[in-house]
């Protein structure tokens, strides 16, 4: 759904010969150090191998059996539906739209869709980018539910290295639904935009030869100046998930990476250990680094559908789920409205979900690129991408991926029994 960009087929980098031979041929060669590892296409290849391109940090899965996802299929090829925009296509011309590296689809708890193009496949973990988030926010809901957070405290309380920037003066709920005032942009399309300097910080893109800024996270986010006022509006900054990152590793005395696999990983039943990218002194990257197989990624949106259930165990407090999908008040709307998301009407964001709002109760997490957790509680779905898309920015691919959710959801709840 970008205009201009070669298609899938074009850009596969199985079929281009990417990152082939010992050692590849120069041309065939995607490498962190000049950038082509997370520009497109370079990054249909990437993706899917993050672990050899940046360093990581394991998220153990533990020791327990693994939860089985029975398999059920059923074609959905003859589905039709209208993008948002009023163009005509197809699931199967919507799963190479979307270059996908892998798109699987629960329904009840069984996989009835499963496909993996490119170099994605059922047993290599992919890099989530922003789905991390979620992750993050779900940490920080289990902790609230456990008395072991206080949402209504400030940030300060927990990371005094902060005292001096704008989240001086701030509360951990305002990070935790984004509502901090933050000097920061995240226009992807701006090579000057804030983002950037974190992503150099985060250990997530190279430097530019002149580059003198921070190169950890916790140096960079003590840089972050504040811009309004707390909780007026919502504001996308993937400096609020680290920041919250570093608040529940505070909170807990743990290693990022060691709680996610304490309170969520080592419980969905997790085929494989997933992994978090860290920066150049060891830091967990919060607010994009998790790589996880696709599989593993909609156990978790199982549990998420399941609020906290695995296997009919409550694995996670019910009250988790209460606080993330809360009915939003008028204020909370507004706020997400001022931020003038228009491929997003009436959506609002807690705990570093995006929430619908529909009939169904659909909620997302959402990354760059493609990567997506989509969980429909009426029709008992959950689908899961992953993904290579030429542009960041989830606005170009939401026309097409909203109605494709929702195509496949009247047809799972029309024909719920085969």
Excluded: C
Excluded at 45 to 74: C, I
Excluded at 111 to 116: A, D, K, L, P
Excluded at 310 to 316: I, N, S
Excluded at 362 to 382: C, N, T, W
């Amino acid at each position: 759904m970008v205009p201009g960009a070669p298609d899938a087929a074009q850009t596969d980098p199985v079929r281009q010969g990417v990152m082939r031979g010992n050692p590849p041929p120069p041309d065939k060669r995607v490498m962190f150090r000049n950038g082509s590892a997370i520009q497109f296409p370079g990054s249909r290849w990437s993706f899917n191998h993050w672990r050899e391109v940046a360093p990581t940090k394991v998220v153990s899965r533990g020791t327990g059996p693994v939860q089985p996802l029975p398999r059920a299929e059923r074609s959905f090829d003859t589905i039709t539906f209208k993008t948002t925009t009023g163009i005509e296509t197809s699931f199967k011309d919507a799963i190479d739209l979307m270059y996908t590296d892998g798109l699987l689809i629960l329904h009840r708890g069984r996989i009835v869709y499963e496909t993996y193009r490119g170099e994605g496949s059922a047993e290599r973990p992919h890099l989530a980018f922003s789905v991390t988030k979620s992750f993050i926010g779900t940490l920080a809901a289990i902790l609230v539910a456990e008395k072991k957070l206080d949402p209504d405290a400030a940030v300060t309380k927990y990371v005094t290295e902060l005292k001096d920037s704008a989240y001086g003066d701030a509360t951990v709920r305002q990070v935790m639904d984004m509502t901090i005032a933050a000097h920061f942009s995240e226009d992807y399309t701006d090579p000057k935009a804030e983002i950037r300097d974190y992503g150099v910080a985060a250990s997530l893109g190279p430097a530019l030869p002149d580059y003198k800024g921070p190169r950890d996270i916790a140096s960079y986010l003590a840089t972050i100046q504040k811009n309004g006022d707390h909780g007026r509006v919502f504001q996308y900054a993937t400096v609020d998930a680290e920041t919250l990152g570093w608040i529940v590793s505070r909170a807990t005395g743990k290693r990022l990476a060691d709680l996610l696999s304490d309170l969520v990983w080592s419980k969905i039943g997790a085929e494989s250990d997933a992994s978090i990218s860290v920066d150049g002194i060891g830091t967990e990257v919060g607010g994009a680094g998790l790589n996880t197989t696709l599989r593993d990624l909609a156990r978790f949106g199982e549990m998420m559908r399941n609020r906290g259930k695995v296997g009919g165990a409550q694995v996670v407090l019910a009250a988790t789920f209460d606080d993330i999908l809360k009915m939003p008040t008028e204020a909370e709307k507004l706020a997400f409205e001022k931020a003038g998301y228009k491929t997003l009407p009436g959506w609002t964001y807690r705990d570093m979900w995006w929430v619908s709002n529909n009939s169904h109760g659909a909620y997302s997490a959402r990354g760059i690129f493609g990567q997506a957790i989509y969980i429909d509680p009426k029709a008992e779905m959950v689908v899961v991408r992953y993904a290579s898309m030429p542009a960041a920015g989830n606005a170009a691919n939401d026309p097409l991926t909203l109605p494709f959710y929702d195509a496949v959801a009247k047809v799972l709840m029309d024909d719920p029994a085969r």
